[in-house]
């Protein structure tokens, strides 16, 4: 075959392919057998591979996966991705509907555009002269980061578009219905017209895992939408190539169409998947929309993807964008969350979270049960009145439910499956025990325990202090006094605010000049991505310190898995007892906690994951004693731990060897001796080590 038959041949093969995946992973039906389409892109990259120069970026061969990132570029968004404000019943859509006409000049909404609100990675796909060239996340709205790679891999996704003559529009309950036949579909792909294609098309949607696909997974992975995001975040597209990620449409930036429903239907015809339940009501028909509701909560535990409500706008785009928007969300739509799902669970343990300001959370710790697509393993209980309300007592049966809340809540106690034996909840009788050390009190006229003395300030002041330390993230210039500074300036209310710092409102304070602030912002910049060690340590868990985190770390590998562990899977770590395990357990079910993190998420600020696989100095324990001339004694000690070894302060017969620097420890080289256990010079260290 020649180079103008071989081209002719290509152009083929990648019409029948893209044909094939359209209708396999678009529409979910399928025109021939996975072997005969595997066949297909065989030949497809053989001729590709005997002649190179005829290979483009939207070939169905360029969606394997690339080399691994060592970061992802930061991109700002041409408009904003926004969030929409949450609604729970018909009086709110009601009050909301009323709010926007009295901002409209004729005071009408004459259409209203409804879909599912899908669970998953917002995402915007950019296409240039109809061809894929870039991917971004939500981010924080404003700037996303670049995932271009990852996302390439997801088959549901066109690498280039076609303005075709396919129409799915929205579709009743129950199965979607099969379009007319194979042929017309592959006619029309084959007929599109590339030149109605426009120069520049941005598309929104959501990353999502199928139901059906995730039952295959869900034992290494908490949740789907964890899963769809965890893959679209790893710095090797071969994890998201692995996975079963589908895009599921629900926003055409640009061209821009005069209403939601021409939007929808425009990004069918560029051949994109959107849910197949979007609607449009009029104004005069609120009760069917709002029977449509209720309609749609009933069955959608029959759908492929997980949802919790209905995204409800107004048709009208132009209107839509006049009305703008408050804060980060638009006034011209709001998403309606369905009923709280329930189930009923076990209370194994009731646990207190101190908070960074003070207060003192309860925290009840579960048996794991799925409510809503999400694996529950704890549940806030408020307060102590909360608690005396409710009687909940370790041991009982209870009933939790989720209304859109991060942290799922106990709505009742089954007394009738309560265990024999057990007491009432003793709350400062548990607070002396979990936190012996501490003094609290409950201010006049509140429901909440606090530290006493202890102002928010202070708590801030330390947690700020330690998460900068040398054991924890190693932040050059933030040390006490200038953490006083800049809380006491109010340019820092949480640790998220020190990646928001602005060289020119540093260099304002009385200790900082443009030299020094800069200093500080790279540095608290260049700690975006530590070691998971390292991250976990600056947390500042209670009784978690360096050598608690590295075992952590070792043991879950990443922070969203550590996130989602149950006692039982804390205790099977050596060095961690109960105690420990409900302190861990316990900041991770503190809803501020939570809340902290997915904005230190959202900064691009999360730890790299552990490396998996053995380690060097697995099973072994080290100390080190005195100074060490070339490298410090923390980082030292972090050497040895990422290479899977134990750092100990004392010897004991355990001890692989004693690591002698300057001036030791007079104690701990005596006890080696009489032990026999052998000592390293820091040259045999520094061997060791690399």
Same mark, same amino acid.
């Given at each position: 075959?020649?180079?103008?038959?071989?081209?002719?041949?290509?152009?083929?093969?990648?019409?029948?392919?893209?044909?094939?995946?359209?209708?396999?992973?678009?529409?979910?039906?399928?025109?021939?057998?996975?072997?005969?389409?595997?066949?297909?892109?065989?030949?497809?990259?053989?001729?590709?591979?005997?002649?190179?120069?005829?290979?483009?970026?939207?070939?169905?061969?360029?969606?394997?996966?690339?080399?691994?990132?060592?970061?992802?570029?930061?991109?700002?968004?041409?408009?904003?991705?926004?969030?929409?404000?949450?609604?729970?019943?018909?009086?709110?859509?009601?009050?909301?509907?009323?709010?926007?006409?009295?901002?409209?000049?004729?005071?009408?909404?004459?259409?209203?555009?409804?879909?599912?609100?899908?669970?998953? !990675?917002?995402?915007?796909?950019?296409?240039?002269?109809?061809?894929?060239?870039?991917?971004?996340?939500?981010?924080?709205?404003?700037?996303?980061?670049?995932? @271009?790679?990852?996302?390439?891999?997801?088959?549901?996704?066109?690498?280039?578009?076609?303005?075709?003559?396919?129409?799915?529009?929205?579709?009743?309950?129950?199965?979607?219905?099969?379009?007319? /036949?194979?042929?017309?579909?592959?006619?029309?792909?084959?007929?599109?017209?590339?030149?109605?294609?426009?120069?520049?098309?941005?598309?929104?949607?959501?990353?999502?895992?199928?139901?059906?696909?995730?039952?295959?997974?869900?034992?290494?992975?908490?949740?789907?939408?964890?899963?769809?995001? /965890?893959?679209?975040?790893?710095?090797?597209?071969?994890?998201?190539?692995?996975?079963?990620?589908?895009?599921?449409?629900?926003?055409?930036?640009?061209?821009?169409?005069?209403?939601?429903?021409?939007?929808?239907?425009?990004?069918?015809?560029?051949?994109?998947?959107?849910?197949?339940?979007?609607?449009?009501?009029?104004? =005069?028909?609120?009760?069917?929309?709002?029977?449509?509701?209720?309609?749609?909560?009933?069955?959608?535990?029959?759908?492929?993807?997980?949802?919790?409500?209905?995204?409800?706008?107004?048709?009208?785009?132009?209107?839509?964008?006049?009305?703008?928007?408050?804060?980060?969300?638009?006034?011209?739509?709001?998403?309606?969350?369905?009923?709280?799902?329930?189930? %009923? @669970?076990?209370?194994?343990?009731?646990?207190?979270?101190?908070?960074?300001?003070?207060?003192?959370?309860?925290?009840?710790?579960?048996?794991?049960?799925?409510?809503?697509? %999400?694996?529950?393993?704890?549940?806030?209980?408020?307060?102590?009145?909360?608690?005396?309300?409710?009687?909940?007592?370790?041991?009982?049966?209870?009933?939790?439910?989720?209304?859109?809340?991060?942290?799922?809540?106990?709505?009742?106690?089954?007394?009738?499956?309560?265990?024999?034996? =057990?007491?009432?909840?003793?709350?400062?009788?548990?607070?002396?025990?979990?936190?012996?050390?501490?003094?609290?009190?409950?201010?006049?006229?509140?429901?909440?325990?606090?530290?006493?003395?202890?102002?928010?300030?202070?708590?801030?002041?330390?947690?700020?202090?330690?998460?900068?330390?040398?054991?924890?993230?190693?932040?050059?210039?933030?040390?006490?006094?200038?953490? $006083?500074?800049?809380?006491?300036?109010?340019?820092?209310?949480?640790?998220?605010?020190?990646?928001?710092?602005?060289?020119?409102?540093?260099?304002?304070?009385?200790?900082?000049?443009?030299?020094?602030?800069?200093?500080?912002?790279?540095?608290?910049?260049?700690?975006?991505?530590? #070691?998971? @060690?390292?991250?976990?340590?600056?947390?500042?868990?209670?009784?978690?310190?360096?050598?608690?985190?590295?075992?952590?770390?070792?043991?879950?590998?990443?922070?969203?898995?550590?996130?989602?562990? #149950?006692?039982?899977?804390? !205790?099977?770590?050596?060095?961690?007892?109960?105690? $420990?395990?409900?302190?861990?357990?316990?900041?991770?079910?503190?809803?501020?906690?939570?809340?902290?993190?997915?904005?230190?998420?959202?900064?691009?600020?999360?730890?790299?994951?552990?490396? /998996? /696989?053995?380690?060097?100095?697995?099973?072994?324990?080290?100390?080190?004693?005195?100074?060490?001339?070339?490298?410090?004694?923390?980082?030292?000690?972090?050497? !040895?731990?990422?290479?899977?070894? #134990?750092? @100990?302060?004392?010897? #004991?017969?355990?001890?692989?060897?004693?690591?002698?620097?300057?001036?030791?420890?007079?104690?701990?080289?005596?006890?080696?001796?009489?032990?026999?256990?052998? =000592?390293? =010079?820091?040259?045999?260290?520094?061997?060791?080590?690399?």
């Amino acid at each position: 075959m020649n180079k103008i038959d071989a081209e002719k041949r290509i152009q083929k093969l990648r019409e029948l392919i893209n044909d094939y995946r359209y209708h396999y992973h678009v529409l979910d039906e399928s025109i021939m057998s996975e072997a005969a389409a595997d066949s297909l892109k065989h030949e497809l990259s053989q001729l590709e591979a005997e002649y190179p120069e005829l290979i483009t970026p939207d070939s169905p061969t360029q969606r394997v996966a690339g080399k691994p990132l060592d970061k992802f570029e930061k991109v700002q968004h041409e408009k904003r991705m926004i969030s929409l404000a949450d609604v729970f019943s018909e009086e709110e859509i009601k009050d909301w509907i009323s709010r926007d006409e009295k901002l409209i000049p004729d005071g009408r909404i004459h259409e209203f555009f409804t879909d599912i609100k899908m669970d998953g !990675l917002a995402c915007s796909l950019k296409y240039r002269d109809g061809v894929f060239y870039q991917a971004v996340t939500r981010g924080d709205g404003l700037v996303g980061e670049d995932v @271009t790679l990852n996302v390439k891999t997801i088959q549901n996704i066109p690498l280039k578009l076609h303005q075709n003559i396919i129409h799915l529009g929205p579709r009743p309950a129950g199965p979607s219905p099969r379009a007319a /036949g194979a042929n017309s579909r592959a006619a029309a792909l084959r007929n599109a017209r590339d030149e109605d294609i426009p120069d520049e098309v941005e598309v929104r949607g959501e990353i999502v895992i199928f139901k059906e696909d995730f039952e295959k997974l869900k034992d290494e992975f908490a949740n789907p939408r964890n899963l769809a995001a /965890g893959s679209i975040r790893q710095l090797d597209p071969k994890v998201a190539a692995s996975r079963p990620l589908k895009f599921i449409a629900y926003d055409l930036v640009t061209p821009d169409k005069p209403t939601w429903k021409e939007a929808y239907e425009t990004l069918r015809e560029l051949g994109f998947q959107t849910s197949g339940e979007d609607r449009v009501f009029k104004d =005069t028909e609120m009760k069917q929309m709002f029977h449509y509701i209720r309609e749609l909560d009933e069955y959608r535990k029959g759908l492929k993807f997980n949802t919790d409500g209905m995204v409800i706008k107004i048709n009208d785009r132009a209107v839509y964008d006049k009305l703008g928007i408050v804060g980060k969300t638009p006034r011209g739509a709001v998403a309606f969350k369905f009923p709280a799902e329930e189930s %009923t @669970t076990k209370v194994r343990d009731i646990v207190i979270s101190i908070g960074r300001t003070g207060a003192a959370t309860p925290v009840a710790i579960l048996d794991p049960v799925s409510v809503a697509g %999400t694996t529950v393993r704890h549940a806030s209980l408020h307060n102590a009145d909360e608690i005396k309300r409710l009687d909940v007592r370790i041991g009982d049966t209870v009933i939790i439910y989720k209304a859109g809340d991060i942290i799922p809540q106990v709505k009742e106690v089954l007394l009738t499956l309560r265990p024999e034996g =057990t007491e009432p909840f003793d709350y400062e009788k548990a607070l002396k025990k979990q936190y012996p050390d501490l003094v609290f009190e409950r201010p006049e006229g509140e429901v909440v325990y606090r530290v006493k003395g202890e102002s928010s300030d202070f708590i801030l002041k330390r947690a700020i202090e330690y998460y900068a330390s040398k054991p924890a993230l190693n932040i050059e210039g933030l040390g006490e006094k200038n953490v $006083v500074a800049l809380v006491d300036a109010g340019l820092v209310k949480s640790i998220a605010d020190l990646y928001k710092l602005k060289i020119s409102e540093v260099a304002k304070l009385e200790r900082f000049g443009e030299i020094s602030a800069r200093n500080l912002v790279e540095a608290i910049a260049g700690s975006k991505h530590p #070691t998971l @060690t390292k991250f976990i340590t600056a947390l500042g868990i209670r009784h978690v310190g360096a050598a608690t985190a590295a075992s952590l770390a070792k043991k879950f590998k990443t922070l969203d898995s550590l996130m989602d562990v #149950t006692e039982d899977d804390l !205790l099977e770590i050596n060095d961690i007892g109960v105690v $420990v395990a409900e302190a861990i357990l316990a900041w991770f079910a503190d809803e501020d906690n939570t809340k902290l993190l997915e904005e230190l998420r959202g900064l691009d600020v999360w730890p790299m994951d552990e490396i /998996g /696989g053995d380690l060097p100095l697995e099973g072994k324990s080290y100390i080190v004693t005195g100074t060490l001339a070339s490298i410090g004694r923390e980082e030292a000690e972090d050497k !040895l731990r990422t290479l899977g070894a #134990t750092v @100990t302060s004392s010897v #004991t017969k355990n001890t692989t060897a004693l690591i002698v620097g300057e001036k030791p420890g007079k104690s701990k080289t005596e006890k080696a001796a009489k032990l026999g256990i052998p =000592t390293m =010079t820091e040259t045999e260290f520094l061997d060791l080590i690399s």
